[in-house]
């Protein structure tokens, strides 16, 4: 079956909770760092998750910590973001992202990451 780069947005009350999916296996370059990135309306985007595919290492942007959980099948090279107790400010689209050459794997600039696909849309209503 045919899927999009990233997966699993929707619309969501506040304090809700949406599983994000992104086909890892698409993209032809180098997968060792992955990271989630979201922009929200009128604002820059930014890097909310990161993670070292060949440990499992993560690290989150403090506005996510203790409530965003980055993760990966590493057999069917898919990545996850599951998001809980989600705010209105969660709000934005969100993209799957690699890193692109030889920056910090975690809080690079978003211009260090790769993104390949159309991104999937988070709404987060209070």
């Known amino acids: 079956q045919v899927r999009p780069v990233e997966s699993g947005g929707g619309s969501v009350q506040a304090g809700g909770s949406l599983r994000l999916a992104c086909a890892a296996s698409?993209?032809?370059?180098?997968?060792?760092?992955m990271a989630w990135l979201r922009q929200a309306p009128g604002k820059e985007r930014e890097g909310v998750a990161f993670?070292?595919?060949?440990?499992?290492?993560?690290n989150y942007a403090d506005s996510v910590k203790g409530r965003f959980t980055i993760s990966q099948d590493t057999g069917k090279r898919m990545l996850y973001l599951q998001m809980n107790s989600l705010k209105p400010e969660d709000t934005g689209t969100y993209y799957c992202?690699?890193?692109?050459?030889?920056?910090?794997?975690?809080?690079?600039?978003?211009?260090?990451?790769?993104?390949w696909g159309q991104g999937t849309q988070v709404t987060v209503s209070s």
């Open positions: 993670i070292y595919t060949d440990n499992g290492s993560t």
């Open positions: 992202a690699a890193l692109a050459g030889a920056a910090s794997c975690f809080f690079s600039p978003p211009g260090a990451y790769n993104t």
């Open positions: 698409t993209y032809t370059g180098n997968r060792i760092c």
